[in-house]
């Protein structure tokens, strides 16, 4: 049975995103990517509140005795070797039982779960099918990634995705936080699989308009890269309204948008390699 190392296990209301308001588990795992000590501070500088802190590390016994910080990444502790007694290593049955006992009915009923870090895709990628194929998860109807989205899906478990979540992409979410300059990541990092900091648009097809949104709808977009030139890149873009209160989708409007990648001064420069190869892998 695998095992994953939990910094968090809570439950509480999500407050931002697609969500906001749902009753939820969190889980949030060991390890990380980034810093992102930029956060809060001024462009270039980088925040030592961490560091302080890590000073005492071995004085703090739990997750929730550490002290807040103002700048810097709120989640330190989740990724930062300094804390990493903080964070034990859990069974798939243990993770289970501590969500059971958590729930409200001590089972999945409407709650939603929310895996995060930390980069939650980073090191345990192997270890969610077992997780989310427990006799006690079966129930669970609604599941988010939080991810920067540096990390590629892993084949085995994109595969248990596809089969087990294939029928069911909707209740499936990637909520992808790309860490800006702001974060004091370095653009290279950052947008690993762009690579390229400066994408714009240079042509949008005709729209097509197939029902009005109405009030109280929740427009969902998706978009899928359909080809890659030289220096631009196409996509094939549908926009959803979907109802929160009847839990109903409907395509509103379909369209196609192609970016062009640009340098410093605006102009046309060639999709790196390794996109090219991706897209061509597919």
Excluded at 110 to 125: A, C, M, R, Y
Excluded at 167 to 192: C, H, I, N, Q, Y
Excluded at 230 to 241: G, L, P
Aim: proline share 4%; hydrophobic share 35%.
């Amino acid at each position: 049975m695998s095992k994953i190392k939990v910094s968090e296990l809570f439950y509480s209301i999500q407050g931002e995103g697609r969500f906001m308001g749902v009753p939820s588990v969190f889980l949030r795992t060991f390890g990380c990517n980034f810093t992102c000590d930029g956060f809060g501070m001024p462009r270039g500088e980088k925040s030592d509140e961490r560091d302080i802190i890590a000073q005492h590390a071995d004085q703090y016994t739990d997750y929730k005795s550490l002290p807040l910080v103002t700048t810097g990444c709120d989640s330190y502790a989740s990724w930062d070797v300094r804390f990493k007694h903080l964070s034990p290593v859990v069974s798939i049955n243990g993770i289970v039982d501590a969500i059971l006992r958590m729930l409200p009915h001590g089972k999945w009923a409407s709650e939603h779960l929310v895996i995060t870090g930390g980069e939650p895709l980073l090191g345990w990628q192997r270890a969610y099918p077992d997780l989310l194929s427990h006799p006690d998860m079966v129930n669970l109807q609604e599941l988010t990634f939080e991810t920067n989205g540096t990390q590629k899906l892993e084949s085995k478990f994109s595969e248990y995705l596809k089969t087990h979540w294939g029928k069911r992409w909707d209740k499936l979410t990637f909520s992808v936080s790309p860490k800006l300059s702001v974060s004091g990541e370095t653009w290279d990092d950052a947008m690993e699989v762009c690579h390229s900091k400066n994408m714009v648009t240079i042509s949008i097809d005709r729209c097509v308009f197939k029902k009005p949104a109405k009030e109280g709808s929740l427009l969902k977009i998706y978009g899928k890269l359909i080809k890659i030139g030289n220096t631009s890149a196409t996509f094939n873009v549908e926009v959803r309204s979907y109802n929160v209160f009847k839990e109903e989708e409907a395509i509103i409007l379909t369209t196609s948008i192609t970016f062009v990648r640009i340098d410093d001064e605006g102009g046309p420069i060639p999709i790196s390699e390794q996109v090219k190869r991706i897209f061509n892998s597919k």
